[in-house]
């Protein structure tokens, strides 16, 4: 009879196991930011062709407006 979870093979240890697991999480949130920064890129791609040669707003103005009193 065949047993598709016995293996020849010494099982793998919880040590290793958790550290796989964590190793795949750091993965993970890696790509997690690496996806959003290409959104946020593909996002300010989009503004730019939207607003085209319109003048921008310059920071000192923003930071200005945007400093709460």
Known sequence: MNNATSTSKSPR???????QGAQ???LLRQLSRTIEDVEDARTM????RAN???PRIPWARVKKELQLD
Not at 13 to 19: E, I, V
Not at 45 to 48: I, L, P, T, Y
């Open 13 to 19: 240890s919880w040590t290793q196991l958790n550290k």
């Open 24 to 26: 795949a999480k750091a």
């Open 45 to 48: 791609e989009r503004a730019n």
């Open 52 to 54: 085209g040669n319109k």
